[in-house]
């Protein structure tokens, strides 16, 4: 079990983080945090306990503290809040004290299907959201893998394309009948789909391929389950 894990794929060097991130060079990647989701739940007349957004702005400034000083963007693979209903008074100022915390950062969002409706409140405090995909030489940035087929050839020489939106979890043997579920990376021959980094979002049992590699994150370490590489 290790912290992080140094990978080669489609030219680019990556290191994959327990957290469920991605360090690409001066870059952190993440997907999925469903920032608001109990606000909405709640104002839905569903009696849920809150915690988990505070919860998961504390696990990204973890992040971005201990990379601070090697890394100077935060880029969301989508569905970095529930939905418009979640945006209160209380979130705008969760966001807004991060981001001056760490004011040297830039803030990126590849928008998924969950922030539809908040771009603008989001463009107004300060992220810079990017609709449909991004590219930057061989490396793209999407947040459904399945828009990538109706996407065609428009993007060529894409090395790596980098994905959220699955909540991709592999299904961990304990013995001989039982499994439990771990977040995972699900890693292709040019799709990486990341964990989600959000709490209390679920998460979808994958059924890898031959010759793609999982590596599970449990309580911040990960375990590469080296069968799939053959």
Not at 112 to 141: K, P
Not at 167 to 186: E, L, S
Not at 206 to 215: L, S
């Amino acid at each position: 079990m290790t912290r992080s894990l140094r990978i080669e794929h489609g030219g680019h060097s990556l290191e994959l983080l327990g957290c469920g991130a991605i360090r690409w060079e001066s870059t952190l990647l993440v997907a999925d945090l469903h920032l608001g989701k109990e606000t909405v739940f709640q104002k839905s007349g569903i009696a849920i306990p809150s915690g988990a957004t505070q919860r998961t702005f504390s696990r990204l400034e973890g992040l971005v503290r201990d990379w601070e000083g090697v890394c100077d963007r935060v880029v969301v693979l989508g569905d970095l809040l529930h939905a418009p209903t979640g945006w209160t008074d209380e979130l705008e100022g969760a966001f807004e004290g991060l981001m001056e915390r760490h004011s040297s950062l830039q803030w990126n969002l590849v928008a998924g299907n969950h922030d539809r409706r908040s771009h603008g409140r989001l463009r107004e405090i300060g992220w810079e959201v990017l609709e449909g995909s991004s590219a930057e030489g061989a490396m793209r940035w999407i947040h459904d893998p399945s828009d990538i087929e109706a996407m065609g050839d428009r993007v060529g020489g894409i090395g790596t394309t980098l994905a959220g939106h699955l909540h991709p979890c592999y299904r961990v043997p304990v013995d001989a009948r039982r499994t439990v579920r771990a977040a995972c990376f699900w890693i292709g021959p040019e799709l990486i789909v990341l964990p989600a980094f959000g709490g209390w979002v679920g998460a979808h049992a994958i059924e890898p391929k031959k010759g793609d590699r999982i590596v599970v994150c449990i309580e911040g370490e990960l375990i590469e389950w080296k069968h799939f590489r053959k």
